[in-house]
């Protein structure tokens, strides 16, 4: 299974950028995106930038990628937070009983 990782741009290149994740710097392909602002997110797979992506879902895809280390980790009693935007909007979508 792949996982994307959301990367912002740090520096552009002709078909490439040069992206921060996890306090490092990865050189990251950006021909199926096209060459892209410093300061965007993009969603990468296999080094590879595969979406254009805002600050709000790169910080979801964050949020999930950070639960699921703590859950393989064995460390569940806090996870919830990082689950809000699901937790909203299945409260949200559940009818009340009439």
Known sequence: MCMGLPMQV?????GYAL???QGGVRRIDTML??????GTWVL????????VIDEQDAQKFTDALS???????GDTAD??????DII????A????PT
Not at 67 to 73: N, Q
């Open 44 to 51: 990468v797979f296999i080094d590879a930038a595969r979406e």
């Open 10 to 14: 740090a520096e552009s290149g002709a």
């Open 67 to 73: 639960a699921l280390d703590a859950v393989m980790a």
């Open 33 to 38: 995106v096209g060459d892209q602002p410093v």
């Open 19 to 21: 992206c921060n994740y």
């Open 79 to 84: 996870i919830d937070h990082l689950f809000a």
């Open 93 to 96: 979508n559940r009818k009340e």
């Open 88 to 91: 909203e909007n299945s409260a």
